[in-house]
């Protein structure tokens, strides 16, 4: 099956910094998405973004799907970016999402 | 807007005790379903998916079952809980197209479940 690698696998910043996160993949996907998952364990969506470049606030994506990779920019981080950060796909003839391990950041003041 | 419910928020069960965990799409209609474990320190691994009532798809063998009474409601259940069944449950929502995960997934607030 597909494969997702995550790196860095952790990251520790101070507040203001800006990071990139970045998601490998072994074969060509329909579905990639971005998560935050906090510290109660909720996923957020932060993007749907299979292809392309997506921003939103101080966030932002890009998927080069030809190369297999995607990044996720955070800039002036804050402490409340703090969690993992998870990016999943879903693979051509699949059924749904397969998750990296993730990055977990941790922003400090 | 669709909004995604679990309950419980969490569980401690003994070992050989019975399970079921549920979850309830409000605010669409035949959602695509499903149910990912997440274990402590790793990614989320998908158990079951459901593209309609009565119809679940497993991709991990194992002590767990799922069911799909209604369109908006997907159940987790076991007869005889193990140590290795502890973990963070979570269930999503998708579009229902043709039964593919090609639209965006929505996870809810998750179920801990500790078996002792």
């Known amino acids: 099956g597909i494969q997702v690698e995550q790196s860095p696998p952790d990251l520790i910043l101070q507040e203001g910094a800006n990071s990139t996160l970045r998601c490998n993949f072994s074969?060509?996907?329909?579905?990639l998405q971005w998560f935050h998952q906090n510290p109660w364990g909720q996923l957020i969506n932060l993007f749907y973004i299979p292809s392309g470049t997506k921003q939103n606030g101080r966030l932002s994506a890009t998927t080069v799907a030809t190369e297999r990779y995607s990044l996720l920019y955070i800039s002036s981080s804050q402490t409340t970016d703090s969690g993992v950060y998870f990016c999943?796909?879903?693979?051509?003839?699949?059924?749904?999402?397969?998750f990296g391990k993730g990055t977990t950041l941790s922003v400090s003041s | 807007s669709q909004t995604i419910h679990q309950w419980p928020a969490t569980l401690v069960q003994p070992v050989g005790s019975p399970l079921s965990l549920e979850c309830t799409v409000e605010g669409t209609s035949n959602p695509n379903l499903y149910w990912y474990r997440q274990a402590a320190g790793r990614g989320l691994q998908l158990l079951f998916y459901?593209?309609?009532?009565?119809?679940i798809s497993s991709e991990v063998p194992q002590n767990l079952s799922a069911s799909r009474p209604q369109d908006r409601q997907f159940i987790l259940s076991s007869k005889k809980l193990l140590l290795s069944d502890s973990g963070f449950y979570l269930c999503?929502?998708?579009?229902?197209?043709?039964?593919?995960?090609?639209?965006?997934?929505?996870f809810g607030p998750g179920t801990r479940l500790t078996v002792l």
């Open positions: 074969d060509s996907v329909n579905n």
């Open positions: 999503a929502w998708s579009v229902g197209t043709s039964g593919r995960a090609l639209d965006e997934q929505f």
């Open positions: 999943a796909v879903e693979g051509i003839e699949g059924t749904a999402l397969i």
């Open positions: 459901s593209v309609g009532i009565g119809q």
